[in-house]
């Protein structure tokens, strides 16, 4: 059972563009979700994070935005650079703590052309 | 300051065999989780660790323990592996999820 999925393998965007990759959730016990970047080799880092309770966050070219009655967020990156080339991972966490397990999706490869 | 830092970074094993993997959390984080990375997939839950004690346990069969020792730094042990358990695995130290979880580089298994 596939809780959070990101639907999309793969995103190309040009240089200077917008990127904007999904991910939807099932669990309604989700209360806390987050974004991780990934490069080869290196383990994911903590991009941006967005609490239940709001519907954006924003972190310099980075936005997070939350859906909650779609079980939908997503992620918009502006302007895109060549630098975000990288797997992406959203990930969900139940409330029940301060520190949960992080439920991830399968990831999107985001490729960003000069 | 050191970020998580993982032990050994690649590691082939054969099948059956027993392997233990090491990791030291970030400086300030208390909670030290592991998690399962196979080829094209995101990263799968295996436990969680804080004071000492195994705090949170996905769905991962009981040949997969942990140990988390005073210092916070932690162990994941593997018995009996199965061809099935190649993956990266990843350690990531936390203190509070406001902030995000830290990972480390991860530990590249290959069981042969």
């Known amino acids: 059972d596939q809780q959070v999925k990101q639907n999309s393998p793969s995103l190309s965007v040009q240089e200077g563009r917008i990127s904007i990759l999904n991910c939807d959730y099932t669990n309604s016990m989700f209360d806390y979700f987050l974004w991780y970047k990934k490069y080869p080799a290196e383990g994911p880092t903590f991009l941006i994070s967005?609490?239940?309770?709001?519907d954006k966050n924003e972190d310099g070219r980075f936005t997070v935005f939350l859906n909650k009655s779609a079980k939908h967020l997503s992620l918009h990156i502006v302007p895109s650079q060549p630098g975000d080339s990288a797997v992406y991972f959203c990930?969900?966490?139940?409330?029940?703590?301060?520190?949960?397990?992080?439920?991830f999706g399968q990831g999107t490869t985001l490729q960003v052309k000069p | 300051d050191a970020g998580v830092t993982q032990s050994p970074t690649h590691l082939i094993k054969t099948r059956g065999q027993q392997v233990t993997l090491r990791c030291s959390p970030k400086?300030?984080?208390?909670?030290v989780s592991w998690y399962q990375q196979a080829l094209g997939q995101g990263p799968q839950f295996i436990f969680q660790?804080?004071?000492?004690?195994?705090?949170q346990r996905g769905n991962f069969p009981d040949r997969f323990s942990g140990h988390q020792f005073p210092n916070y730094s932690s162990e994941l042990n593997v018995n009996a592996l199965l061809l099935g358990d190649s993956a990266l695995y990843l350690c990531?130290?936390?203190?509070?999820?406001?902030?995000?979880?830290?990972f480390g580089s991860g530990t590249r298994l290959t069981v042969v």
């Open positions: 990930a969900a966490s139940a409330s029940g703590g301060n520190t949960g397990k992080l439920i």
């Open positions: 990531a130290s936390s203190w509070d999820r406001r902030y995000g979880y830290t």
């Open positions: 400086s300030g984080h208390d909670t």
């Open positions: 967005i609490s239940s309770i709001k």
């Open positions: 660790y804080y004071e000492e004690e195994e705090r």
